[in-house]
Structure formats: structure tokens, C-alpha cells
């Protein structure tokens, strides 16, 4: 079974850019959940989605935003970027029977000059 | 409302040596727990997982790990380090509620000396 993808894998941009990135879950999984990850603040939880809802949304401005279609995949999107968004969003699917364990992809590092 | 804590950003052990990461958790709820290592440039990949089926939980690659409910902790262990090992570990815990997202300590870089 193929893992978790996410593309594009690393992206440049620059301040006041928004973004869009792209997560594929494992196939049959449902659930799709994003994390931002900084030296300073470490991991945070964004978003969680599952069947195309938003069932939770971490402490973060309403720039970051996401959905998730049909097929499961999700995308998340942050508009008017600033220098303190750069770091690696990494997207994570859970299956309906696997106690909570989340797959990881490998990550997007955006980096925002 | 749940948290877990890594003692140690860094720890270094020789090659061949035990292997223990401290994590210590707080939950208002029986916890479901886990450890995830990072190797650079990577994603999470987890090493195992604590659902209350048994205290003593083992892993991929050798590693286990002890659930002590009176001491809050859930330490991970390897009884012989590898130079594969070096990498980055994280603890973490699930939020409570209906809630699927995790709360990941600050983590842990494990070095390997040969």
C-alpha cells in the first residue's frame, strides 16, 4: 500500500504570497490531519478533517485554512504569507480501525523569504 | 487537558549502550500514547503505540516502552543502540474528546557515538 504523499516537497515563496499544498492519503483512509512543524514552536496541530468536514482546527490565524474532497485528499492553504509560516506542514491519515495511529507523509518545507 | 513532557532535548549514548527517553504525560482521561522518530528531512514514523491493552508495548527497530500510570511516565527504551538509531524522537499524546489530533512533546536528538 502506498504511504501518505504530499506534494510539492519543498516551495520558496515570499511574503504576502499565499500557498497551497497537497496531501494524498493512504488509500481507505478517511481521516486527514495537518501539522506544522518549527524549531521554536515544534509540532502544532492545524486541522483535522474527515469526509470532507472539519472536525477540529488548532490555535491558528484564520490565513491557514483547508478542506478535503471526496477521494480524502485534503490541501491546505495559507494566504498572506509571513516570514514565521516557513517550516515543514506535515499531513497524516488515520484508518477507521487503527487505534488513533496517524501515517505521516514526509512533508512540505515551505520557506518564506 | 492532555500534554506530555520530554525530559532531555539531547542525549548521546555509545553504540551498543541502552537507550532511555524520558516522557512523562498528563491526561484528565486514560491516554492513548505514542512514540514517533523523525530522521532529517523525513516524516514521522511511529515506533509504537499505547492503547491500554498492555503496559509494556514494544516496537519496530527494538524499541519498547513502559506505561507506569503511577509515575505518569511512558519512557522509551532500547537495550542496545545502533548508529542507525540517531535521529529524532517525539512523545506524544492524544488530545481528548472526539478529537484525533496529537500533542507532541518538544522531542528528543538522539546521538550514537561509535
Known amino acids: 500500500k502506498a504511504g501518505v504523499t504530499q506534494t510539492p516537497r519543498y516551495l520558496i515563496k515570499t511574503r504576502g504570497q499565499q500557498v497551497t499544498l497537497s496531501c494524498s492519503p493512504i488509500?481507505?483512509?478517511?481521516?486527514v490531519s495537518w501539522y506544522q512543524q518549527t524549531p521554536g514552536q515544534g509540532l502544532q496541530f492545524l486541522f483535522e478533517y474527515f469526509s470532507e468536514t472539519q472536525r477540529n482546527k488548532g490555535n491558528f490565524p484564520g490565513r491557514f485554512s483547508g478542506r478535503q474532497f471526496s477521494n480524502s485528499r485534503s490541501e491546505m492553504n495559507v494566504s498572506t504569507l509571513e516570514l514565521g509560516d516557513s517550516a515543514l506542514y506535515l499531513c497524516a491519515s488515520r484508518g477507521a480501525l487503527s487505534y488513533n495511529e496517524q501515517f505521516f507523509g514526509p512533508g512540505t518545507r515551505l520557506t518564506v523569504l | 487537558a492532555q500534554s506530555v513532557t520530554q525530559l532531555g532535548s539531547h542525549v548521546s549514548v555509545s553504540e551498543g549502550a541502552l537507550v532511555l527517553l524520558r516522557c512523562n504525560y498528563s491526561?484528565?482521561?486514560?491516554?492513548?500514547l505514542f512514540w514517533y522518530v523523525q530522521y532529517p528531512n523525513q516524516g514521522l514514523q511511529l515506533l509504537l503505540k499505547?492503547?491500554?491493552?498492555?503496559?509494556l508495548v514494544k516496537g519496530i527497530n527494538g524499541f519498547e516502552a513502559e506505561f507506569k500510570k503511577s509515575e505518569t511516565s511512558f519512557h522509551l527504551t532500547k537495550p542496545s543502540a545502533h548508529m542507525s538509531d540517531a535521529a529524532e524522537y517525539f512523545c506524544a499524546v492524544k488530545g481528548g474528546g472526539a478529537t484525533n489530533k496529537l500533542i507532541f512533546g518538544t522531542g528528543t536528538l538522539l546521538a550514537v557515538q561509535p
Open positions: 499505547y492503547t491500554s491493552a498492555a503496559t
Open positions: 488509500s481507505g483512509h478517511r481521516s
Open positions: 491526561s484528565s482521561v486514560p491516554p492513548y
